[in-house]
């Protein structure tokens, strides 16, 4: 199996395209949709790729627990994005039906984790002992990619990546950094849960019971009685978290900064939306609300990224202190122009063009703390364009002084010879600047003097030059070797 791209190509009325992208902003369609055949398509930032099991087999995704725990679920949606500015979302779709609740949650919390934080979860069953992804072509199984985590050494601060997660990212090397975990161990997860009306008692939308299987699966929780914090600081949680415009049909929507959950009890025709055509909740939470989620993560990642280039460039500046090289200058300034450009042509407070959705994309980044990560960085980065002009300054500042003292030191010699040879003459001349006059020792000695005088200036000019040689050397040689901004990373690990 291997990634394939898979850009829009159809674009009419019944197309996925069409009914994707409408309800975007049309800036926001050249920018984060991958197309191909379609005016401005080489503006998107983004690249969509698939990978699909061989005719006739299926993919699943295993995981069990050192208490008993294990699932077998189908992958049914294998997607990777990659965006122009190197960040990337990997996206695993698995589905399951007629599960048990606490089946459910379990496979909900258990299948997310990437690598585990410590021994002691696994040894606890808080997080899998064994993981795999298993082809099944017409029976016959096939182990993919496995991880027992039996054991994991952190290297080069990066964490042991599950062989699952990295098994499906072959083509770049993990021990060589070519790729890293920018969000924690966690996936985070995006979740479908569709109740059976005819598994829960009558009125049970309204009841407390469907209160707590919420905030167990907006917390990414297992299966519990009741909450499982403090009850009325997780009533007045879920107030914030959840959305209720369709409450009323038992229908939620709830965002936390590692999930995302769309709860429905059964299908029904919604409003206009005949169920005939599909039922809309799910239709929406596979196309559009996907899509938002996806660049809120994005917003997220790259915040993220910037705010580790933000620390790695300040270190770089402030540990060549007054002497700032210039590879270092030039990546603190591709570092703000960078930001700038992801700021003013990435970045959109208002993504879709319908109220409930842009409702849904605000609740998202106020929990994935967007403006505020944003806000922070943007002044980190000002603050560095300040420091690297006022250092600039300073240096302009001590070259014109160079320059005043030696123009001082030529002057006043100008200035005395050209006084005494336009002023005085006769005997004075005669014994200064007459070598066959009636003094020749004291004309020697000024002859001399003046000499040494003035091989002392131009050495002292010589010398202010060669040890402030990095001032004068781009005004000097101006099409000479150009600098380059060096791995931010690479430099801070050697």
Not at 207 to 215: A, N, T
Not at 276 to 294: P, Q
Not at 456 to 467: H, M, W
């Amino acid at each position: 199996m291997v990634w394939k791209r898979t850009p829009y190509t159809q674009f009419d009325l019944n197309s996925r395209a069409y009914q994707d992208m409408i309800f975007f902003h049309p800036i926001v369609r050249r920018v984060f949709f991958d197309t191909t055949g379609q005016e401005g398509s080489r503006e998107a930032l983004l690249r969509c790729y698939t990978m699909s099991p061989p005719i006739g087999g299926k993919l699943y995704y295993e995981i069990e627990d050192n208490k008993g725990g294990k699932a077998s679920v189908e992958i049914t949606d294998l997607r990777l994005f990659l965006f122009a500015n190197g960040i990337g979302v990997l996206s695993l779709g698995v589905e399951a039906w007629n599960l048990p609740m606490k089946q459910a949650l379990w496979i909900n919390e258990s299948m997310r984790k990437v690598y585990p934080s410590s021994a002691r979860q696994i040894r606890e069953g808080r997080s899998p002992s064994r993981s795999a992804l298993v082809l099944d072509m017409k029976g016959t199984r096939t182990r993919l990619a496995e991880e027992t985590a039996e054991t994991g050494v952190m290297k080069g601060f990066q964490p042991p990546l599950a062989r699952t997660i990295k098994s499906l990212i072959y083509f770049a090397e993990y021990s060589k950094q070519e790729f890293e975990p920018v969000l924690d161990e966690r996936m985070i997860v995006y979740t479908y849960l569709e109740i059976d009306p005819a598994s829960v008692p009558a009125g049970y939308k309204d009841s407390e019971e469907y209160q707590v299987l919420l905030s167990r699966l907006l917390y990414v929780e297992n299966a519990g009685d009741s909450y499982r914090y403090e009850v009325n600081f997780l009533r007045d949680r879920m107030q914030e978290h959840l959305y209720r415009r369709w409450a009323h049909q038992g229908t939620y929507y709830g965002f936390t900064s590692y999930s995302n959950v769309t709860a429905a009890i059964g299908q029904f025709d919604c409003g206009g939306h005949q169920l005939s055509e599909g039922f809309l909740i799910h239709r929406m939470f596979d196309t559009r609300y996907y899509l938002m989620a996806l660049v809120g993560l994005f917003y997220s990642a790259t915040l993220l990224d910037f705010g580790e280039r933000t620390a790695l460039v300040s270190r770089r500046l402030y540990e060549s202190d007054r002497h700032l090289a210039p590879d270092s200058i030039l990546a603190a300034n591709h570092l703000r122009s960078e930001f700038l450009h992801f700021s003013n042509y990435w970045h959109f407070d208002e993504l879709a063009n319908k109220e409930e959705e842009l409702e849904h994309f605000e609740l998202q980044c106020r929990f994935y703390r967007i403006s505020a990560m944003k806000a922070e960085i943007q002044e980190e980065v000002e603050s560095l364009g300040a420091s690297i002009q006022e250092h600039s300054q300073f240096r302009n500042t001590e070259a014109i002084n160079r320059v005043a003292m030696l123009s001082l030191i030529l002057g006043i010699g100008a200035m005395v010879t050209g006084f005494f040879g336009m002023n005085f003459g006769r005997a004075f001349a005669e014994t200064l600047f007459e070598p066959m006059g009636d003094w020749p020792l004291i004309h020697l000695s000024a002859v001399t003097s003046v000499i040494l005088l003035g091989l002392g200036v131009l050495l002292f000019a010589v010398y202010v030059v060669a040890v402030n040689w990095a001032d004068y050397r781009d005004i000097l040689d101006p099409h000479g070797k150009k600098v380059r901004a060096r791995s931010l990373r690479h430099d801070h690990e050697n």
